[in-house]
């Protein structure tokens, strides 16, 4: 019987280990831990929660709401673990972070198709292999990874924050390209007057900044992704010669040049999500937020992704992977977790179960299962594998990601739980 190989036991390699386990394929899963470990991490156990607790919503008219209700019914081993020790969080799934280690633990060790071989990996090996590595890979690994992708591996997340296009103020902007060039459409502008302008920049270099850890240090900020705010503390007009120059364009219902001018570009076919152009920030969350905001055309907007400065090694998955995460150069070999581009705890787990279910089918003899793009693990396997946008970022759980109703529901919580409904009925369990 062919077996698998499954490099890493965090949240995506568990999955993905499961997921073979139960269609009778025996898997090798290597763990590093605890012969060696990461900068980020300190258990000996699989799955270790770094960052934080919280799993995120429950309720069925969120979007990570939406996302653990379609692991549930794949049954997901994370999702398993997380009901068993849950912790008081209002309407969030938190978890007691030892407990769900020792809960993934303790199933993946007793499964007698899993045999858990506790070293690093340096070399890809032949055969059908899922790589879950995440995020702080090992270096050895990670040269391997990128010399296999051609260089197509990134090290760092720089990215700007992604706002909804129906949350934006169309009264205080216009579309148009710079100096003419491109589609009249290619480019929101939000433009700011002189006033307007110097009370963000006010607010923007006073703004209170994330804390870094040693393993997200980066001593190599270049000029194209340096953060907003550093650029801001330069001096008053910086950002004006940048990122916010107003050159090029002429406000239609003024008839002049603005004083600034932020510009959004698409980041989905649909157009339904815009990324803030030049605005990647190590700005806390919540200040990104009430900054970014004070941009008139942005005073309502949701913002489905905050930006992040951070160590993150995630491969150019649109130019390398298929929708069930499989890499097209290679067959047999799969990639899954954070370093496919989809950020968060859940979202990493999701791509472990697509990855793995499909190397069990690949090895079975079967077609792939692609899921339907109104469900949320597919769409975050279209994200990851048909990203249009140029600079690929990595994207979380988020209903922007989703097709639009074909009826519109003015109600934000009602057309949420409507598009759950739809993603739910949609969806493709074996």
């Given at each position: 019987m062919n077996k698998a190989t499954v490099i890493g036991a965090g949240l995506a390699g568990v999955e993905a280990a499961w997921q073979l386990a139960k269609r009778g394929i025996p898997v090798e899963l290597y763990e590093m831990k605890p012969v060696k470990f990461s900068p980020a991490h300190k258990m000996q156990g699989y799955a270790e929660l770094v960052c934080s607790n919280s799993l995120k919503a429950m309720r069925l008219d969120s979007a990570a709401g939406m996302l653990k209700e379609e692991m549930r019914r794949f049954g997901s081993v994370c999702m398993a673990a997380a009901e068993k020790c849950s912790v008081a969080a209002g309407g969030a799934l938190a978890v007691d972070?030892?407990?769900?280690?020792?809960i993934v633990t303790k199933m993946i060790d007793s499964n007698p198709l899993i045999t858990i071989i506790h070293r690093e990996v340096e070399k890809i090996p032949d055969g059908v292999v899922v790589v879950a590595a995440g995020p702080l890979v090992s270096d050895s690994l990670a040269a391997e990874i990128d010399k296999l992708c051609s260089g197509r591996l990134s090290f760092y997340d720089a990215a700007a924050p992604i706002v909804t296009a129906e949350s934006l103020d169309y009264d205080c902007l216009f579309t148009q390209s710079r100096y003419d060039r491109g589609g009249e459409d290619d480019y929101i502008n939000c433009p700011m007057n002189k006033e307007e302008y110097e009370a963000f920049y006010e607010a923007l270099t006073t703004a209170e900044r994330a804390g870094v850890h040693s393993f997200d240090e980066r001593k190599d900020v270049y000029e194209g992704c340096m953060p907003i705010e550093a650029m801001a503390s330069r001096g008053a007009d910086t950002m004006r010669y940048g990122p916010l120059r107003p050159v090029g364009l002429r406000d239609p219902k003024t008839g002049h040049r603005p004083w600034a001018?932020?510009?959004?570009?698409?980041?989905?076919?649909?157009?339904?999500?815009?990324?803030?152009?030049?605005?990647?920030?190590?700005?806390?969350?919540?200040?990104?937020?009430?900054?970014?905001?004070?941009?008139?055309?942005?005073?309502n907007a949701d913002f489905v992704r905050y930006g992040v400065m951070h160590r993150n090694t995630f491969i150019d998955s649109p130019r390398l992977l298929n929708a069930d995460y499989s890499f097209r150069s290679r067959k047999g070999l799969?990639?899954?977790?954070?370093?496919?581009?989809?950020?968060?705890?859940m979202e990493s787990a999701s791509s472990g179960i697509i990855a793995g279910l499909n190397a069990a089918r690949y090895i079975l003899g079967e077609e792939p299962l692609i899921l339907k793009n109104t469900s949320m693990m597919g769409a975050l396997a279209l994200h990851a594998s048909a990203c249009q946008s140029k600079d690929f970022q990595p994207m979380g759980a988020n209903f922007g990601i989703l097709p639009p109703l074909p009826e519109k529901i003015r109600d934000k919580r009602e057309r949420y739980a409507a598009l759950a409904n739809r993603g739910l009925a949609e969806l493709s369990v074996e």
């Open positions: 972070r030892d407990e769900f280690s020792r001018v932020l510009q959004l570009r698409r980041e989905n076919s649909e157009g339904t999500l815009f990324n803030l152009v030049g605005f990647q920030t190590n700005l806390k969350f919540g200040e990104q937020k009430r900054v970014f905001s004070m941009i008139p055309a942005l005073k799969y990639f899954a977790g954070q370093i496919t581009g989809v950020e968060g705890y």
